[in-house]
């Protein structure tokens, strides 16, 4: 296993669509877990391919912080929501960022696992905001384009920050 380097913001491979996985061989399992291991090394509960570099629909998370509890998810969309819920979120792309987010108080998900076996998935509150976060992750939406006014504000000097190490690179 390896850990893999987080891209941050304003990296522009962050703000593309990724593109569904096809082929489900080796390299995908090996992403999945070297992906999974970047994020508890990171404290992270989600982590999507995005965020390590790759335009890929793929994304891990694990709601409880069990190591036993990985899961990875390929090709992911919401088939169905419900609810409302309003939760302070973060984000391992944007570190010092944060600000609360509406989300859908429940949802499935209908994904692949790793070789490609299509499986859906229901879940409430934090992991259901983790499966809204992470796709829209592959949709190339960040915590800050779904932003208030007054959190812009209150994040503008992160936000900053993060723009003028990034051009520092
Ligand atoms: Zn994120």
Redesign the pocket.
């Known amino acids: 296993m390896a850990r893999l380097p987080v891209v941050t913001y304003p990296d522009a491979v962050l703000l593309q669509k990724a593109l569904p996985v096809t082929v489900f061989d080796e390299s995908v399992v090996k992403l999945g877990r070297d992906m999974t291991e970047t994020m508890y090394a990171a404290d992270g509960v989600?982590l999507?391919a995005p965020?390590v570099g790759l335009t890929i629909r793929l994304f891990v998370c694990s709601p409880t912080f069990d190591p036993g509890d990985r899961r990875v998810y390929v090709n992911p969309r919401l088939i169905e929501v419900d609810g409302k819920q309003e939760s302070e979120e973060g984000?391992?792309?944007?570190p010092g960022v944060s600000c609360k987010v509406k989300r859908y108080l429940s949802a499935t998900v209908e994904a692949c696992d790793l070789e490609g076996n299509v499986f859906q998935e229901s879940a409430m509150e934090l992991q259901a905001r983790i499966y809204q976060?992470e796709i829209d992750?592959l949709d190339g939406t960040l915590?800050i384009n779904r932003m208030g006014t007054v959190a812009r504000m209150a994040n503008r000097k992160a936000i900053r920050e993060l723009e003028e190490e990034f051009q520092l690179k």
């Open positions: 989600g999507a965020q984000c391992l792309s944007l976060h992750h915590l």
